[in-house]
């Protein structure tokens, strides 16, 4: 069982920069894929961002490219979504996911667990 608790989110204006932290228990991390997606009122739950284990490899859903940057440290169980450039559209609550396989895709059914979720609002 692995658990997930993220951290970072908060209020920030347009064009501003938040980092997402997101904790894993467990002595497995380095072997799971990683994931952020977020969810904003009223919408489904969006891919965000995605890593392999080893951190070779990542993926961004469009609209964050060149914004957003995913990145993992497997000695310290975390994995990480620098956010710049933020834009009012991006406000939604972030949650971080974890997969157990070597690199996972967009879709929120391939992540086997979920964190709690962090609130990063992003005024005009």
């Known amino acids: 069982q692995v658990q997930l608790v993220e951290s970072g989110g908060g209020l920030v204006q347009a064009g501003g920069s938040l980092r997402l932290s997101c904790a894993a228990s467990?002595?497995?991390?380095?072997?799971?894929?990683m994931g952020w997606f977020r969810q904003a009122p009223g919408k489904e739950r969006d891919f965000v961002a995605a890593i392999s284990w080893s951190g070779g490899n990542t993926h961004y859903t469009d609209s964050v490219q060149g914004r957003f940057t995913i990145s993992r440290d497997n000695a310290k169980n975390t994995v990480y979504l620098q956010m710049n450039s933020l834009k009012p559209e991006d406000t939604a609550t972030y949650y971080c996911?974890?997969?157990?396989?070597?690199?996972?895709?967009?879709?929120?059914?391939?992540?086997?667990?979920w964190g709690q979720g962090t609130q990063v609002t992003v005024s005009s």
């Open positions: 467990g002595r497995t991390f380095s072997r799971y894929a």
């Open positions: 996911a974890g997969a157990r396989t070597v690199a996972a895709g967009i879709l929120a059914s391939a992540y086997d667990y």
